[in-house]
């Protein structure tokens, strides 16, 4: 009996496996660290070793599954957004693949914003354009090393190019494809939106757009070898890992229209617009307008470039100054006591400018050179005060990414490793002033992935009646704002914004000494 969907989610640093039952309860999970090297502005990633990695998650899975290969009904891969993974007409690589870390077009990015062909690209993306994404990419490549893209084929993202080796099909999805260089209305290519980014020689390097809620492409015979399932199973094709992370965690609800946030590493802040007319652009020209995996729906997402990222370096400073002294400290152990130590300090004391990531900001506002900073310090903050302006700031931060789709939802359903935490949903629902309910769902995106299959087998008439089954009973208890809580937050916004506008010019001038002392 086919009865298992698998549901493969290859993120930035590991790569995951995820066995669930056609009713939407997790049955196992097989996980491999997925490295990647950085170099200035540069970021990469080994694409032989990606696949290696997630074809060794899908054998580690058997282990754990009873006859996996002959229950798995489909499997269905996302992964990490923007980048560009580039293959050539063998389908091999043709060097290591840009992650959405790599920030090395972010003078090209720049140059395209300020032209007026900018707002043609927007209207029909409904996106900001951005350094980590594939467009500047192949931009900058063009300009500084066009040899190696002379030796391309195909221009493809992490979650296709794990599709290609499963399938030996060279494809992309609707919600990658159209921010990326199409328009959102249509889920096609837009000739124009490619020739604003000085693209139209490589046009041909963009790959073919396919549904998997509709279209699934049997197993290869060298990936069933490769993986341990059988050839001819079917495959799908997901959207991008946050697109897929939001339906996984609940954004798919045309009745309430919530709003997701997702707070990992970076922090992805989106809501449903149910039709292309609910869609809201905003004159700064940021953000993702992506499509949904169900027929005319949409998510408006911000995304901040760093949320938990800013804890981690601070925990490692402290674990840092510890390690000096001879203490060792787990991090676990420190993770352990976040809440503790946030809840202790007085609220709203400093502010935090959560912009840790060397590749700067992309939402709500678009600077490469923004960085992370504290306003207010003074000898009476302690650590704990720090550690309390950091979760603020990553609050303020969805906050000011909400306000900038146009509205800010009734509700917002959290999913990500730090929504475990209730003192940082006490500080984002009070930020946000919204009700947060929580999913219980661990793996989302690798979950919404499943859900895409669960559809094309069959298994469901449509992505509605899918959720409804999958995610509705996933969702923790509502946990409103505090009210005292709320009219601080408020009060705070109207600084936290000003002060990253005011920060702008500050920022371009400590670039360009980073610059010229390299």
């Known amino acids: 009996m086919r009865d298992v969907l698998i549901g493969v989610d290859a993120g930035t640093s590991v790569v995951k496996s995820i066995a669930f039952d056609l009713e939407g309860a997790q049955i196992a999970e097989a996980a491999r660290p997925n490295r990647y090297e950085t170099r200035g502005t540069a970021a990469e990633q080994d694409m032989a070793r990606t696949w290696t990695d997630a074809a060794a998650t899908l054998r580690a899975l058997a282990g754990e599954v009873p006859d996996l290969a002959a229950r798995t009904a489909a499997v269905a891969v996302t992964g990490q957004g923007d980048g560009t993974w580039l293959i050539d007409a063998a389908g091999e690589p043709v060097g290591p693949a840009w992650l959405w870390l790599d920030a090395r077009a972010a003078s090209i990015v720049e140059t395209i914003r300020a032209s007026d062909t900018d707002a043609v690209r927007y209207a029909a993306t409904g996106c900001g354009l951005a350094a980590c994404q594939q467009g500047p990419h192949l931009a900058w490549m063009k300009k500084h090393t066009p040899e190696v893209l002379a030796r391309a084929a195909h221009a493809m993202h992490c979650k296709d190019w794990l599709f290609y080796k499963l399938t030996g099909t060279v494809a992309t999805d609707p919600s990658e494809g159209t921010f990326t260089f199409g328009d959102f209305r249509t889920r096609r290519y837009d000739d124009g939106v490619v020739e604003t980014l000085g693209l139209s020689a490589q046009r041909h390097l963009l790959p073919e757009m396919i549904e998997g809620t509709s279209t699934s492409v049997p197993l290869s015979a060298e990936a069933a070898r490769e993986t341990g399932l059988l050839e001819g199973t079917p495959v799908v094709l997901g959207y991008v890992d946050v697109a ?14 919530p709003g997701v946030s997702i707070v990992g590493s970076t922090g992805m802040h989106m809501r449903l617009a149910r039709t292309a007319e609910e869609v809201t652009l905003n004159e700064a020209r940021t953000g993702y307008t992506m499509a949904m995996p169900a027929p005319g729906v949409y998510a408006q997402m911000q995304s901040n470039m760093a949320a938990t990222l800013n804890i981690d370096w601070l925990l490692s400073v402290f674990a840092g100054l510890l390690r000096a002294q001879g203490v060792e400290v787990e991090r676990k152990a420190l993770i352990a006591r976040l809440d503790e130590w ?5 609220p709203a004391s400093l502010l935090f400018q959560p912009y840790i990531s060397e590749a700067g900001e992309r939402g709500p506002f678009v600077d490469a050179d923004a960085r992370a900073g504290f306003i207010g310090l ?19 931060a969805a906050r000011d990414c909400y306000a900038a789709t146009g509205s800010i939802p009734s509700e917002v359903r959290l999913t990500g ?41 069959g298994q469901y008439p449509d992505m509605a009646t899918c959720a409804d089954r999958w995610v509705t009973p996933t969702l923790g208890a509502i946990e409103p704002p505090d009210d005292a809580l709320r009219a601080t937050y408020d009060r705070v916004y109207t600084v936290y914004a000003a002060s990253h506008a005011a920060l702008r010019p500050v920022w371009k001038s400590l670039a360009e000494m980073r610059e010229h002392a390299t």
């Open 244 to 257: 897929c992370t939001a339906l996984g965690a609940g954004l798919y609800d045309t009745r309430s229209r």
């Open 342 to 346: 946030v809840a202790s300090a007085a």
């Open 378 to 396: 003074s000898t009476r903050h302690g650590f704990q005060d720090m550690l309390r302006a950091v979760f603020e700031g990553m609050a303020l």
């Open 417 to 457: 490793g730090a929504a475990r935490s209730r003192v940082l949903r006490r500080i984002l629902a009070a930020a946000v002033g919204s009700d947060v309910r929580t999913s219980s769902r661990e793996e989302a995106g690798a979950a919404g992935a499943a859900m895409m299959a669960a559809v094309c087998i």
